[in-house]
């Protein structure tokens, strides 16, 4: 095997395998102890035994400082549409009205990686969810600036993995729990390299199995499996989504749908949406309906993403980027385009990285790119109700993005200004990634509209009202 193959078989394995990432957290956690440990050795011993404790309760105190800061001034800023009906949801939103209330011990942007990362390797391990796995072949256009027509068919044909929690069929569930085959349906997009054990993390899931929906995670085109194709999109592709819809729709009976995206996987509600939801506002029936969607961590604005990582975390991202879909489908990707695998491989970040891979998803130039999938370009389109949460000190998104201009309008308008001004949008900014920690809300709580909230709060039979999206947000947050 060659010295470069076998470099990105330990990097895949380093970073794609359950183990090998507890080996790479476990092995910078020792670095860094012996780093540490060796710069205190080249200290006089005198002095080292006044740094040792200084920098242990100095970093304590400040860590408390900040954590009562947040815990007695920390807010969610609130970007409210004009819908009646948001803001009754919204009401009812008890941990968007006050300071977040995280564990000290999971606090913080980039402290709370560390329990998250134990808690994710432990479930995914030891709990792995049972699916029941549909292997479905979605096709697309050669072109995808074009139209269908003869010379531009839909040739591009791959394997998407859906994943039904719990199984749909009775006889295939091993789980222990079972919903109506019509039960309200979720469909989520993992994050960049995620999988349907870890989109990152299981807690929603598992959460929302509990207040009755039924969990979709959708494996796209080299997610689940290596690509047969030379057609792989980073964020996803709108096209395969509407095939993935109508195969879920077909095995759950048309069960109310709500669509969920967590990361990068959060381009799909509101690009695919807008367009879906315009396609019905000019007549056509056929295109998907959803509920409600949410989109947790967007990136917002494609162009300019992935500019505000900072490291370990734009080198890491980068890394099981390359490793998960370049360098395990290399074969298929340089017989495609070798100039654009080659730039893709040497690129310096994800958002270089993402302008030399336009090729591979049907496109001739990153311009094409933006302009057909960027996300805010079809927001202003969508007409569901959409939740969208962001942390202001979350490293591995860039919130700044909601607050810049949005590319296409000539008013200077962000995308929180388009949240107020839409009938539709709910876009909460919370103050500390942790606070999507905190959990207030019991497990037999349902939200609903007045009429179909019962005593106890325990069955809801409409799911097609607005009130569904509190129930979403409810299991969201927790």
């Not at 040739?155 to 009775?170: G, L, Q, R, S, T």
């Not at 980073?234 to 993935?244: P, R, T």
């Not at 509101?270 to 939801?277: M, S």
């Not at 396609?279 to 959803?290: Q, Y």
Request: glycine residues 8%.
């Amino acid at each position: 095997m060659a010295p470069s193959k076998s470099l990105g078989a330990l990097v895949s394995w380093m970073f794609n395998n359950d183990v090998g990432r507890a080996v790479s957290g476990t092995s910078a956690l020792v670095m860094l102890f012996i780093i540490c440990r060796f710069i205190l050795s080249l200290l006089p011993g005198n002095i080292a035994e006044v740094v040792a404790p200084t920098v242990v309760y100095g970093c304590t105190g400040i860590a408390l400082i900040l954590y009562i800061s947040l815990r007695t001034f920390g807010r969610v800023d609130v970007f409210l549409g004009t819908g009646e009906d948001l803001k009754r949801v919204y009401r009812q939103m008890a941990t968007a009205q006050r300071a977040p209330n995280p564990p000290l011990w999971a606090f913080g942007g980039n402290w709370q990686f560390v329990p998250w990362i134990v808690y994710n390797l432990l479930s995914s391990t030891f709990f792995p969810l049972v699916y029941e796995s549909q292997v479905l072949t979605v096709t697309g256009l050669q072109d995808k600036s074009k139209p269908e027509s003869e010379s531009n068919q839909r040739c591009m044909e791959d394997d998407v993995i859906i994943n039904y929690f719990p199984a749909v069929e009775k006889s295939k569930s091993s789980s222990g729990c079972s919903l109506a085959r019509d039960a309200p349906v979720i469909i989520v997009e993992p994050g960049l390299t995620c999988t349907a054990q870890d989109v990152p993390g299981s807690s929603f899931l598992r959460r929302a199995v509990t207040r009755g929906f039924r969990i979709v995670v959708v494996e796209r085109r080299g997610h689940g499996r290596k690509l047969r194709g030379p057609r792989w999109n980073l964020f996803g592709d709108s096209d395969d989504s509407e095939q993935i819809i109508r195969a879920v729709q077909e095995r759950t009976n048309n069960a109310p749908m709500f669509w969920i995206g967590f990361s990068s996987g959060s381009k799909l509600p509101i690009e695919a949406v807008g367009k879906y939801d315009e396609r019905r506002k000019n007549g056509d029936l056929t295109a998907p309906k959803f509920v409600a969607t949410a989109c947790i961590a967007p990136g917002y604005n494609l162009e300019t993403c992935f500019n505000g990582f900072k490291f370990p975390y734009s080198w890491l991202c980068l890394s099981s980027t390359k490793s998960k879909f370049l360098l395990e489908n290399e074969e298929v990707l340089r017989a495609h385009d070798p100039a654009a695998y080659e730039a893709a491989v040497k690129s310096s970040d994800l958002q270089e990285l993402l302008s030399h891979v336009v090729p591979f998803a049907g496109y001739s130039s990153d311009k094409d790119y933006f302009a057909h999938e960027n996300p805010v370009l079809f927001a202003p389109l969508v007409q569901t109700p959409t939740l969208v949460v962001n942390a202001l000190d979350d490293p591995l998104t860039v919130p700044s993005n909601a607050f810049g201009k949005m590319p296409g309008r000539e008013d200077g308008a962000t995308f929180a200004d388009m949240i107020r001004e839409s009938t539709c949008g709910l876009l909460l900014m919370a103050p500390s990634d942790a606070d999507g920690i905190d959990i207030d809300m019991k497990l037999n709580e349902r939200w609903a509209t007045e009429e179909d909230q019962d005593d106890t709060g325990v069955e809801i039979s409409r799911y097609a009202s607005l009130g569904s999206l509190g129930t979403m947000e409810e299991a969201m947050w927790s």
